[in-house]
Nanobody
Framework: QVQLVESGGGLVQAGGSLRLSCTAS????????MGWFRQPPGKELEFVAT????????YYADSVKGRFTISRDNAENTVYLQMHSLKPDDTAVYYC?????????????????WGQGTQVTVSS
């Protein structure tokens, strides 16, 4: 079992930046590929970014490519999502997710564990 806790969300003006963190506890963090997903108000859950267990291979949704960066610190059991040039369309609840002993993926159903989410609101 892995517990994931997100932090770092908040209210920011368009063009601003935020860094989300997701800290894991319970099992060996480096065994898990990690992903970030988000759910805008009234919309479905959507993929944002993912990276593999050693943090070398990353993949981003087209909507965030060039603005968001996913990274991890296995010594700190934490995955980050650095977000720049935020837009009102980035407003959502952001979730981190962990996938055990397999490759990174963009499909939410492939993830084994989820955090509780953190709200990001971007004002225009």
């Amino acid at each position: 079992q892995v517990q994931l806790v997100e932090s770092g969300g908040g209210l920011v003006q368009a063009g601003g930046s935020l860094r989300l963190s997701c800290t894991a506890s319970g099992r060996t963090f480096s065994n898990y590929a990690m992903g970030w997903f988000r759910q805008p108000p009234g919309k479905e859950l959507e993929f944002v970014a993912t990276l593999n267990r050693i943090g070398i291979s990353t993949y981003y949704a087209d909507s965030v490519k060039g603005r968001f960066t996913i990274s991890r610190d296995n010594a700190e059991n934490t995955v980050y999502l650095q977000m720049h040039s935020l837009k009102p369309d980035d407003t959502a609840v952001y979730y981190c997710a962990a996938r055990a002993l397999r490759s990174a993926t963009i499909k939410p159903d492939d993830y084994d564990y989820w955090g509780q989410g953190t709200q990001v609101t971007v004002s225009s």
